[in-house]
């Protein structure tokens, strides 16, 4: 069995370390990407074992491949990553977003839990007593976005809300969006 790491949102340091695997010491068979190498250019990668690699010998094909402009822009990406140590930074600025976060709003009503790694957080909504989690996921993301705060939304209820910063966020930014969620949360009934 082959094991496949996707890292398509986790990879190129949002966890804290290039892969969010290394948190687990785990070496993949095979380890997909893209977004955060692209830096907005369409681009997605796949690497493997050379055992794997060489038996991969019929033709294929790719929308985007050998795009120049992109592959330049992934280049350029992954120097800036290494040269400002952007890994090193997501893994410190997401500690103190977790932090911010739990000193805050870890005991507000409609809070469930909160956890994270690096930039990639996640708060779980929990039901009130007239208005069910999602419904509160949904008027949280419309009242942050209005505020201009983007956030996200996963988990199998819908209630879990994302907060995927740039690796180059500022922590003034990450104070912030815990105070504005705090203010929208704060009003919801």
Request: aromatic share 6%; charged share 20%; hydrophobic share 40%.
């Amino acid at each position: 069995m082959l094991l496949i790491a996707d890292e398509v949102q986790t990879g190129f340091g949002r966890t804290g370390k290039m892969f969010a695997m290394e948190h687990w010491d785990v070496v993949p068979d095979i380890i997909t990407g893209g977004k955060a190498l692209g830096g907005g250019t369409p681009i997605g990668f796949f690497s493997t074992t050379k055992e794997i690699a060489q038996s991969y010998t019929r033709p294929g094909a790719s929308t985007f491949g050998g795009n120049p402009v992109t592959a330049t822009a992934g280049l350029m990406f992954l120097k800036i990553l290494q040269r400002d140590g952007l890994a090193q930074r997501s893994q410190k600025l997401g500690q103190q977003l977790l932090e911010s976060l739990q000193t805050v709003l870890g005991k507000h009503p409609f809070v469930a839990d909160i956890r994270g790694k690096g930039l990639m957080v996640g708060m779980e909504l929990t039901s009130g007593e007239t208005i069910d989690a999602p419904t509160i996921t949904d008027t949280v993301l419309e009242n942050m976005k209005d505020s201009g705060f983007l956030l996200g939304k996963t988990g199998p209820g819908r209630n879990v809300l994302t907060f995927m910063p740039p690796l180059i966020v500022e922590e003034q930014q990450i104070h912030q969006v815990v105070d504005e969620l705090g203010k929208v949360l704060d009003v919801i009934r």
